[in-house]
Nanobody, 125 residues
Framework: QVQLVESGGRSVQAGDSLRLSCAAS????????VAWFRQAPGKEREFVAA????????TYADSVKGRFTISRSNRESTVFLGMNSLKPEDTATYYC??????????????????WGQGTQVTVSS
């Protein structure tokens, strides 16, 4: 089993930067994809970014491409989401997710069976 714990969410102003963390523990060597999703009030969960645990393949949603960066700290088994030039429309609860299935479609939430509890990001204009 793998456990994911997100942290780093807070209230910021438009244009600010923020870095979210997702600490992974347990059988992390079994992971294939790790991703970030977000969900705003009244909206469906939305894909943000994903990469293979090996780091060889990275995918971003068009809405965040060029502003957000997904990365990983090998030693600490922590996945980061660096967010620059934040906009009010980035306001959401951000979730870290993982799957051990190499056949998973990385931008489809239905393919992920391991989820963290979420961390809230609020961007004010």
């Amino acid at each position: 089993q793998v456990q994911l714990v997100e942290s780093g969410g807070r209230s910021v102003q438009a244009g600010d930067s923020l870095r979210l963390s997702c600490a992974a523990s347990g059988r992390i060597f079994t992971l294939w994809y790790v991703a970030w999703f977000r969900q705003a009030p009244g909206k469906e969960r939305e894909f943000v970014a994903a990469f293979t645990w090996s780091g060889h393949s990275i995918t971003y949603a068009d809405s965040v491409k060029g502003r957000f960066t997904i990365s990983r700290s090998n030693r600490e088994s922590t996945v980061f989401l660096g967010m620059n030039s934040l906009k009010p429309e980035d306001t959401a609860t951000y979730y870290c997710a993982a799957t051990t299935d190499p056949r998973a479609v990385p931008d489809d939430a239905e393919n992920y069976n391991i989820w963290g509890q979420g961390t809230q990001v609020t961007v004010s204009s």
